[in-house]
Every structure is written in C-alpha cells, then in structure tokens.
C-alpha cells in the first residue's frame, strides 16, 4: 500500500530531495532523511524521463543484502520495493535510493534524489593504498567511507579512485565497475574477489554475449592496465572510458569501443512499472504506471496461424519470469554456449549474415517476437536487406537467397521442427552438397542454440522492442 504515493511529485522540475519511510501497515510517509553512517544496506538507480536500465537487478541486489544485513524476509521488501517504485517520478533525471537503516528495529526508506550531471569519461585516482571496505559485497555500510575517498580523489583532479586488494590487483571504483579490453576479449576481475555486483556491468557482460564477444575474469595489477581502454560503468554515467590516470605513471588507452557501446546502453532502458507481485495475484497492482505503448493488430504469417502460441492475451509491457536471475548458474552456461557457436561457426567459415537468416527463421517457427526483434536488428545493422528480411518466411518462393543458404533455412526449419520427419535424409543431404561436416555441424549448432533462446524468452514471456545492436567493431 501506498499512503501518499503522490509525495514530491507536483514539482519534479524543481529538483527537491525528499526522503519517504515505509511501514507495513501504512506504505511510505514524510520522514526524515538517515545518515549515511546508519545504514544497512541500499541500491540506488537512474531515472531518465520514465525510464530505467537493470530495475529487475537492483531489486534482487537490494533484497539479498537486506536479507544478509538484518535477516528480513524477502517478501517484505518486495512489498516496499513496490510501494517504492510506485512513487517515484515519471518525469526528469532521478537517482532514487531505496534504504535499509538501525539501529534495530531496521527501517525502510526511499530517498528521491535529482541525478547528478553525467560525464562522459574519467580521470582515476591511483593511490599506494589498499580497498578499507568492511562490506565490499553490499551497498550501505561504506558508503561514508566511500565518500570520503572520491572527495580526496576530487581534490587531486580525478572524478574517480580505484579500489585494489592488498597485492595490488584491480577491484573496482569507489562507485564504479571496471572493466577493460585486451585486444578482443573484454575482460574484468575474478567475482572470487571482494566486488559489488554491478548492474550496468551485468548487461554489457549480457550484451558482449549476444554479440559472441569473448569476455574472460582476469588477475591484473594497476600497472597492467597501462596502454589499455579501460571502463568505469555505473547507472548513473553508463561507460566512461578513463581517460587519465593520476599517481602512477600510467597511460590511458585509446577510447575507440566506449562511445558505441554508450550507444547501445543508452537504448536498454524499459518503463518504470510497478512490479507484479508473485502470490496472491492483487489485480489493481498488476497494471504499469505508464502507458504501454499502443501496438497494430497482430497478422500472423502462415506459420503462426498453425502455431499453438498463437493467443488473444494482451501484448505483456514486463516479462513474467526473470529465468536469468532465478537460475543465473543456467543463464551463463547458456551464453557461453552461444559464445561456443559463434566461435565453431567463425572457425567453419559460415558467414555472419548466413547465421542470422538462421536465427531470423527458427524465430519465426516458433512464434518469438523477442528474438525476432533482436535477430532482425542485428541482421540490418551486418547490412541484410530489408527485401529478404521481410521475405525470409516464403524464401522457397523467392529468388533472393542463395543456395548455401536455401540448405542452411531447410536444415533450421528441419532441426526446429524436429517432431516432422527427424531432419530427413533428404534436407541433410542437400545441406552436405553445399557445406564441408564442420560448416553442417556449425548450422546445426547456430540452430539449436536460437531454438533455445526461443523457447525461454517465449516461456518467460520476455519483451521486444528495447534492445539495440552495438555497432560492429
């Protein structure tokens, strides 16, 4: 419940603070605002005109470490998480706080704060000494600590300190993920080691993913980042490429990925919409508080008309299962064999464009508007034409696909609708005509990984429309 979720809300232009607590019986009232000393744990994310990027992981993160800090149930915060949300404005750049304050009794705060102005690169701060976190794991405690370090750092010149253990290895910011490249494999440190998980690092590790960019957890001392592009990634700022570093002699790398990767994060974000709670179904806290938006009649090719997943349910605005966060050991292993196909497919010498005709096809079989919309992104921004995209699902009537590829959407259509004839005999071998074994071995893995990813965005009801490709690098 929401007492006065409309607190604050009449003037958002006029960049006002303002701090709400949270009682059960009650949902948020004016209260005032905790010292940063008193608390337990908090998650802090970045509004922009209604929009927002990873709400679905800081609600995890902030849950997991109210449960450490104080041993509250999860369904609780849920509840405030709500209430939280729910109030929040819709209009302007914020950077909301959600808290969890002592002494004991712990409390629940919202503190609703303007965004600070965001930079678009960084100047870090190296100093001889080594990470004075207590709880390096949770947002809360440190927080003081924290300041205090970025404010020495501000009066050398850097926006920014970098966090190390006591031999020297990277960490992380004081409110920043580190990341950096070496040659093509983008690389960050070990999760064994003393790290916030951070939510904008999480979706470019995401990203880097879909793109079959090798990402790796690597060792590094400071001085082992010299010469390299190096990233510092928040909410707040997106990817900053540092761009100077003070107290070592150390040279920043040349930017040449942040500013289309920038790009990219930049269309990630959804709406602001109040979470669904799980059990018991309460109707009047289903609904979004923005207006989905409108969407045509749908008009089902000739495979959906057939397809069981055809449905009149209303187009979703929120996924109804977050399957990455509930099993995330599953979500990796799926992304690393996605990485694997894409190497094995490299390796073969199957071409880029050829694999996304794949994926284009096994996605219209089975009905995914999810992948779909990515897979068809990502064919237009490799320079597919928008003539063959829209004719794909009649390709055997067309004369704009070549015979390598006319084998290769014969053997996807095969493989997916496996239950027809067990890929027969015949589609296999018009497939061996055109392909060596380990260009066949390649589709059928590029096949059945799009077959995968179908089948859990369509299960977990994922939505279209946010994602963007990153220009190819």
Known sequence: MVATQNIGHADASDQKQWTLMWREDGGLMPSRSVPDSALLAADSWLIDDGRVRGLDHHRRRFVAACVEASGDSPARIDSFWRDAIAALPRTERWFPRVELAGPEPARLFLRVRPAPPRTVNVTVCLTEEFDPRSHPRRTGPDLSLLAH????????????????????????????????????????????????????????????????????????????????????????????????????????????????????????????????????????????????????????????????????????????LDLKGLAPEVSAAMGELHRAAVRAARAAGVEPDLLELVRIRASQLNGCAFCLDMHTKDARAQGETEQRIHTLAAWRETPFFTERERAALALTEAVTSIQDGHVPDEVYAAVCEVFDEPQVAAVIWAAVVINAYNRTAISARMVPGAYQPAPRT
């Open 149 to 320: 370090l970025r404010e020495r750092a501000a009066a050398r010149g850097a926006q920014e300190l970098l966090l190390t253990t006591p031999s020297g290895l990277v960490l992380e910011g004081t409110a920043a993920s580190v990341l950096w490249w070496e040659d093509d494999v983008l690389c960050l440190p070990p999760p064994e080691l003393p790290l916030l998980a951070g939510v904008t690092s999480a979706l470019i590790q995401d990203r880097a993913a879909e793109l079959g960019i090798r990402t790796e957890h690597r060792r590094r001392t400071v001085q082992e980042l010299d010469g390299r592009e190096v990233w510092l990634v928040n909410a707040v700022h997106g990817i900053r490429p540092v761009t100077a570093w003070l107290g070592r002699p150390l040279r920043a790398g040349p930017a040449l990925r942040a500013a289309s990767w920038q790009t990219w994060l930049d269309g990630v974000p959804d709406p602001l919409t109040v979470p669904i709670p799980r059990s018991p179904r309460s109707p009047d806290r289903d609904e979004p508080l923005t207006a989905p938006t409108p969407r045509s009649p749908r008009s089902p090719d000739r495979d959906e008309r057939s397809s069981p997943m055809t449905t009149t349910t209303p187009a979703p605005t929120t996924a109804r």
